[in-house]
């Protein structure tokens, strides 16, 4: 579909041009449109993007929104756990180099800035055999195994936590914060209440379980919603999009009719929506991803932080104590997640307005609002070499 304007000497060479690489989630899909947005405005004469990297549904989604078009490639993952795809994966990586190869010859940008994650690999690598500038940016206070492999091929790094300095070569190495859209500061909490059916006066507890859902959380939050909503509390949950139905028909078969109750269940918001839950909340129950972190952070939210205990490098885990530590959030591991133990930590935030502006002033320490221009800026200099 874009071969023609993929062919070099078609090309108007005074036009930049960036392939973005990444995935799969939210955390790493939209920080590259957020450093996008930041190039169209330092080149506003023109700048071309194209996105290599995995096939998934944020991927697709999020950049056809952007007007950016997708190429992907195939793509190993290392897990920590037992299943057969580790036998096949090894061999999917060196295929996705060949394709990220022939990809970038036809559109031979200036630059790549990849995000990281296992899709990002094919692509560093077939730009570092092409001597395309790289540019790394690693969202976590522990970074990501790729992106700890691909800095040996990075011209520039980003990081967003000082902790992950150790991680990667001091000369090439900035701190920058984790980019943050920019409509998740013009949330609206009136326009919520009113989407929602909810009320302005009544506290709001908003439940994200990042951009893929958490059925942990889920499943917690099933056992402990006959008890908030007899304390007056209203529940905004984002379910994630495979354990909608799951937990819909588990509310049909209990008798529940959330849009009755003060219980409103979505499967994922949109960056708007998500704005004005967020404007609404007094308190958010959160997994510890970098990118949701940094939009609370944004935003002032009271959090309870539950990382994932399954994520690679155990990077949630150190995102939420890293806040912890500065007084920005409360941490509950998931062993303890009892319902007793939710609810007590839910209600002390919910009865505490002066703890909550507390919290939310101290975890705004990691919101870095000009993220996304360091980062493009670094990626301009690049180009205008």
């Known amino acids: 579909m874009y071969l023609v304007s993929f062919i070099p000497y078609l090309h108007d060479m005074s036009i930049p041009r960036v392939v973005l690489s990444g995935g799969v989630s939210g955390g790493h899909t939209f920080p590259l449109i957020a450093v996008a947005r930041a190039l169209r405005k330092r080149f506003p004469e023109g700048i071309e993007f194209l996105f290599i990297g995995s096939k998934g549904y944020f991927e697709s989604q999020s950049m056809a ?39 970038l010859f036809l559109y031979m940008p200036d630059v790549v800035f990849s995000k990281g994650g296992s899709a990002s690999v094919p692509v560093v690598i077939a730009a570092w055999i092409y001597q395309i500038p790289v540019v790394i940016h690693d969202s976590d206070a522990v970074a990501g195994r790729a992106n700890r492999f691909l800095a040996r091929f990075a011209t520039r790094i980003a990081i967003a936590y000082p902790s992950a300095h150790k991680y990667f070569p001091q000369g090439i190495t900035a701190l920058t914060g984790n980019p943050v859209r920019e409509e998740i500061l013009l949330g609206d909490a009136a326009r919520a209440a009113a989407t929602y059916g909810l009320s302005l ?67 994922f918001f949109s960056v ?106 670094g990626i301009a200099t690049i180009i205008e070499r």
């Open 272 to 377: 708007t929506e998500l704005a004005d839950v967020l404007a609404l909340a007094s308190v958010v129950l959160s997994r510890a991803g970098a990118g949701s972190i940094a939009e609370l952070a944004a935003t002032k939210k009271a959090v309870i932080l539950v990382p994932l205990a399954s994520a690679a490098n155990d990077e949630q885990r150190m995102n939420a104590y890293d806040i912890a530590a500065i007084g920005g959030a409360l941490v509950l591991e998931e062993p303890n997640l009892g319902e007793h133990i939710l609810v007590q930590k839910i209600m002390e935030l919910v009865n505490n307005p002066e703890t909550r502006v507390a919290m939310g002033e101290k975890i705004h320490a990691f919101y870095h609002p000009h993220a996304a221009d360091d980062i493009a800026e």
């Open 65 to 103: 929104d952007e007007k950016i078009p997708t190429e992907f490639v195939l793509s190993g993952k290392m897990r920590r756990y037992f299943s057969w795809q580790n036998l096949i994966d090894p061999f999917k990586v060196p295929l996705g180099v060949l394709q990220a190869l022939w990809k």
């Open 201 to 267: 006066e009544r506290p709001t507890l908003a439940i994200f379980g990042g951009s893929q859902g958490a059925t942990m959380l889920n499943e917690a939050i099933l056992h402990i919603l006959p008890e908030l909503l007899q304390n007056g509390i209203q529940i905004i949950h984002q379910t994630g999009r495979e354990n909608y139905g799951i937990l819909m028909k588990v509310l049909q078969d209990n008798g529940v009719d959330p849009e009755k109750n003060g219980y409103v269940v979505r499967d």
